[in-house]
């Protein structure tokens, strides 16, 4: 189906390109008294104007002039001046400025994680520093080496040796003492037996003569 | 590129100002008249165009053989033509309307133009040509000129002028509905309109 408002961009292609033997008119173009006046129209407009772009042209008298002139213009130009670089500073320049205009493609998931971690990371700096900065401010601790005599207790292993003198008693005595002591709950003290050392025999024997047994005693 | 161009090349990147000239002058025909249908006036595309030159001059080290020579030089063109926005630039902005015979014999008197043995309707034509061009933004009248004079793809063009092939395309349109009209070439109805297949 033809459409004239669709065909006009193609047309205004078409006659610009006229020259192009290849270029194929627009599908209905031929049926279509519309269209072929609108390129008539376009096409004696783009004549008049190819006329006008020949009229304006400079006649060769001109160019001997011109060109002097443009010599002149780029002889009083100082060099490196403006932009011209040497080869190696221009290749640094250029190198630095393409890497400046590089751009890679990063997808918008990346780019949104990204920003949210740098958020945070921001957020939890601050507040870090916020809660630092509320206690004391700890100066770090310095080391200084001195010698302090300390006295160390040495023990020492006594050996004492102890004799005891062994009571024999009649078992009866011995239940009754027993439950003396249980009664008592104090424990006798020990009879400590110095040994034999200072003993002096006395000069004179004393003999008690008790009488009596120990069952008729009452 | 030829053998030759490609010599003079090195020579020029190696500040010799003789091969610079000699390069210029293959391409300074085609830098001039694009320059002056930018600007509408002979003494303004000299300057424009030698404006182009010099800065080539001062670049020429940083050419790098990715694309043609012209292509390069075109691009310093494009940015040339770009960044000169003087108000007083462009000098027919402010004419609208037919140009009638009384108008072309005042106004463009102070048209030199080069090849002298023109007739006074080429005169009127060139005119009416400038006129319409005149009407149009500097950005909308280079892009026109890249596609009518230069035969870019429109998306080349935005790439070198810096803007949506859309809207290049938006601009060769306006371009030419100015001109059809300035030029009043439209079609009236019932007159033989050539059959474009004819051509082919």
Known sequence: ?218 | MTENEAELIKRAQARDTDAFCQLAGLYERRIYSLALHYSHDPQDAEDLSQEVWLKAYQAIGQFRHESTFYTWIRRITINCFLNRQRTSFFRWRTMNGPLTEDDAHNELRAIQFPNVESSLNNRILFANVMRALAQLTPRQRLIFLLKHHEGMTYEEIAAAVGCSTGTAKKAVARALGKLREQLNVDVQPGECVPCAASEY
């Open chain 1, 1 to 218: 189906m033809h459409n004239c408002k669709a065909t006009k961009n193609d047309l205004i292609e078409l006659a610009i390109r006229l020259t192009d033997r290849n270029q194929l008119p627009p599908a209905g173009f031929e049926n279509c008294p519309a269209c072929r006046e609108e390129f008539a129209s376009v096409r004696n407009a783009l004549r008049a104007t190819e006329a006008a772009i020949h009229l304006a042209r400079p006649a060769g008298s001109f160019w001997p002039g011109y060109h002097e002139r443009l010599r002149g213009r780029l002889e009083r130009e100082p060099r490196g001046s403006n932009g011209w670089l040497p080869p190696t500073r221009l290749n640094l320049a250029l190198s630095l400025r393409r890497l400046a205009a590089t751009s890679i493609p990063v997808p918008v998931p990346v780019v949104l994680a990204l920003f949210i971690f740098i958020v945070f990371s921001i957020f939890f700096m601050m507040h870090s520093r916020q809660s630092s900065g509320a206690g004391p401010i700890l100066t770090p601790p310095s080391v200084i080496t001195k010698t302090i005599e300390v006295p160390v207790v040495k023990e020492k292993i006594v050996t004492r040796v102890v004799y005891r003198t062994l009571q024999t008693t009649p078992p009866n005595l011995a239940s009754r003492d027993s439950a003396k002591a249980a009664a008592n709950q104090q424990p006798e003290p020990p009879a400590i037996v110095q040994g034999l050392e200072g003993f002096k025999p006395a000069n004179e024997a004393k003999l008690t003569i008790i009488k009596g047994s120990f069952q008729n005693e009452k």
